[in-house]
Nanobody, 127 residues
């Protein structure tokens, strides 16, 4: 059974940092893109960042560019999201996702294209 388990969420003041981690079990994802999405209260789940299997290509939504960094450790079957200079608008539940149905760029940013999801971790940024 495939499982993705996120950790590292919490409460932080604006301008602070958090590091989210996602540990995969049940299969390896070394050859599969992985990504992070988030969902704020009353809003749709939205794309945050994605990384291809070798880390050769990385994608970010515009609002987090320059502040967030996605990385992966294929040996440990994990993907991380370093979040710096956090803003109140970053407050959301953050979800790890893996193995999109297609390897196209458009699939990597589409929440409907991922096979596996974690349960989410809450990130709250106070002003």
């Amino acid at each position: 059974q495939v499982q993705l388990v996120e950790s590292g969420g919490g409460l932080v003041q604006a301008g602070g940092s958090l590091r989210l981690s996602c540990a995969a079990s049940g299969r390896t994802f070394f050859d599969s893109p992985m990504g992070w999405f988030r969902q704020a209260p009353g809003k749709e789940r939205e794309f945050v960042a994605a990384i291809r299997w070798g880390g050769s290509r990385i994608y970010y939504t515009s609002s987090v560019k320059g502040r967030f960094t996605i990385s992966r450790d294929n040996a440990k079957n994990t993907v991380s999201l370093q979040m710096n200079n956090l803003k109140p608008e970053d407050t959301a539940v953050y979800y790890c996702a893996a193995d999109p149905y297609s390897g196209s760029d458009s699939s990597l940013v589409d929440k409907n294209q991922y096979r596996y999801w974690g349960q989410g971790t809450q990130v709250t940024v106070s002003s």
